[in-house]
């Protein structure tokens, strides 16, 4: 990275770089993949699901040669340093690849491997604590071994929070046995970065890639009306929730929901609030690639709880983060390339007003 440089004193014992005279730049949507996981899947379980099963052949090969492209970067940080540097960002929260939620498997090899992914996180964060943090993978099919796991990552690997799905296995993250995970990530203070994979019913949605295109956005549209309209948001205002792509489509279209909790009492079964009273709880990525839509969640959302995210290292990726920011106002952008995160995750910059 170019420039001059100093060092920020992390809440704890990470540093952050960042480049005098300019925004901290902090992309918290971009991805690790820890190769060591995947053999020992193969390994135990060597006929497992395919991670995105609605994918037609074209876009299978297609992500073939994506993967085969990518894979020092996923799995690697040298070229990512590289690859940072040229784009501007200072510090990436790393989370597990989304191919890498193992909650299909037994609670005990879940664990196993949510150890061995958060484990390998943390010797990237430890090699490089001024360019990265960690958001750590949860075996979430087991509610007790996620809460455990997630202390773990927080407490003696030093992460900022953990990365789910917007399911569990087709059960939703508003579902009861899931309301003690949410607690304890509230009373921990630590994030929780919803990151869909794929859609659930993507049976009409496997040509053009559309399972990824509008089946990510859609999934997290579901999971998060399922915790609004659930009352998960109700009755944990203080969770720190983000939701990868925009938040789906619901910021687009959070007056039908409104109106629903209006005039339908199912609606208002768990929640005293209108919808969008909930949703401005929320903490949203920027990874829309169009500046309208970026202006929509400006002008619904406000600036104060929107993040850079690049999905770094994929082909969905957005492949200019600071251009895409570039025309805002001086004061907004500082906030969405790296001031929000900053607080997000616990990191301490003298530029935080």
């Given at each position: 990275?170019?420039?001059?440089?100093?060092?920020?004193?992390?809440?704890?014992?990470?540093?952050?770089?960042?480049?005098?005279?300019?925004?901290?730049?902090?992309?918290?949507?971009?991805?690790?993949?820890?190769?060591?996981?995947?053999?020992?899947?193969?390994?135990?379980?060597?006929?497992?699901?395919?991670?995105?099963?609605?994918?037609?052949?074209?876009?299978?090969?297609?992500?073939?040669?994506?993967?085969?492209?990518?894979?020092?970067?996923?799995?690697?940080?040298?070229?990512?340093?590289?690859?940072?540097?040229?784009?501007?960002?200072?510090?990436?929260?790393?989370?597990?690849?989304?191919?890498?939620?193992?909650?299909?498997?037994?609670?005990?090899?879940?664990?196993?491997?949510?150890?061995?992914?958060n484990d390998g996180l943390a010797e990237a964060v430890s090699a490089h604590p001024d360019r990265f943090v960690a958001l750590g993978n949860v075996p979430l099919?087991?509610?007790?071994?996620?809460?455990?796991?997630?202390?773990?990552?927080?407490?003696?690997?030093?992460?900022?929070?953990?990365?789910?799905?917007?399911?569990?296995?087709?059960?939703?993250?508003?579902?009861?046995?899931?309301?003690?995970?949410?607690?304890?990530?509230?009373?921990?203070?630590?994030?929780?970065?919803?990151?869909?994979?794929?859609?659930?019913?993507?049976?009409?949605?496997?040509?053009?890639?559309?399972?990824?295109?509008?089946?990510?956005?859609?999934?997290?549209?579901?999971?998060?009306?399922?915790?609004?309209?659930?009352?998960?948001?109700?009755?944990?205002?203080?969770?720190?929730?983000?939701?990868?792509?925009?938040?789906?489509?619901?910021?687009?279209?959070?007056?039908?929901?409104?109106?629903?909790?209006?005039?339908?009492?199912?609606?208002?079964?768990?929640?005293?609030?209108?919808?969008?009273?909930?949703?401005?709880?929320?903490?949203?990525?920027?990874?829309?690639?169009?500046?309208?839509?970026?202006?929509?969640?400006?002008?619904?959302?406000g600036p104060e709880r929107l993040c850079l995210g690049t999905d770094y290292p994929f082909d969905m990726a957005e492949p200019d983060p600071l251009a895409f920011?570039?025309?805002?106002?001086?004061?907004?952008?500082?906030?969405?390339?790296?001031?929000?995160?900053?607080?997000?995750?616990?990191?301490?910059?003298?530029?935080?007003?």
């Amino acid at each position: 990275m170019t420039g001059s440089f100093h060092r920020c004193a992390h809440e704890g014992d990470h540093p952050i770089v960042r480049r005098d005279g300019q925004s901290l730049v902090v992309d918290i949507h971009c991805h690790l993949a820890v190769r060591r996981a995947d053999a020992r899947l193969r390994e135990v379980l060597p006929n497992a699901p395919a991670a995105m099963p609605f994918t037609s052949s074209a876009s299978q090969a297609v992500n073939g040669s994506m993967f085969a492209a990518i894979a020092s970067r996923l799995h690697g940080t040298e070229e990512r340093l590289a690859d940072m540097d040229r784009l501007g960002i200072d510090v990436q929260a790393i989370s597990p690849s989304p191919g890498q939620y193992f909650y299909f498997t037994p609670p005990e090899l879940g664990r196993e491997l949510s150890r061995m992914v958060n484990d390998g996180l943390a010797e990237a964060v430890s090699a490089h604590p001024d360019r990265f943090v960690a958001l750590g993978n949860v075996p979430l099919q087991n509610t007790g071994m996620a809460i455990a796991e997630m202390r773990r990552c927080v407490t003696e690997l030093g992460f900022r929070g953990v990365e789910i799905n917007s399911n569990v296995n087709g059960r939703e993250l508003a579902d009861p046995e899931f309301r003690p995970f949410f607690a304890a990530a509230e009373e921990l203070g630590v994030l929780v970065f919803l990151h869909p994979l794929g859609f659930t019913h993507g049976e009409r949605l496997t040509e053009y890639y559309l399972n990824n295109i509008i089946g990510n956005p859609l999934e997290a549209t579901i999971a998060l009306s399922h915790l609004i309209f659930g009352g998960v948001l109700d009755s944990h205002p203080g969770l720190k929730l983000c939701v990868a792509h925009g938040g789906g489509y619901l910021p687009s279209y959070w007056g039908r929901m409104d109106h629903a909790w209006r005039v339908r009492p199912e609606c208002r079964t768990h929640i005293a609030h209108e919808p969008s009273h909930y949703l401005r709880q929320v903490w949203l990525d920027t990874l829309v690639f169009d500046r309208s839509q970026l202006d929509a969640l400006l002008r619904v959302h406000g600036p104060e709880r929107l993040c850079l995210g690049t999905d770094y290292p994929f082909d969905m990726a957005e492949p200019d983060p600071l251009a895409f920011h570039a025309d805002l106002e001086p004061q907004i952008r500082d906030r969405i390339l790296g001031l929000n995160a900053a607080r997000l995750l616990g990191l301490q910059t003298d530029r935080i007003t």
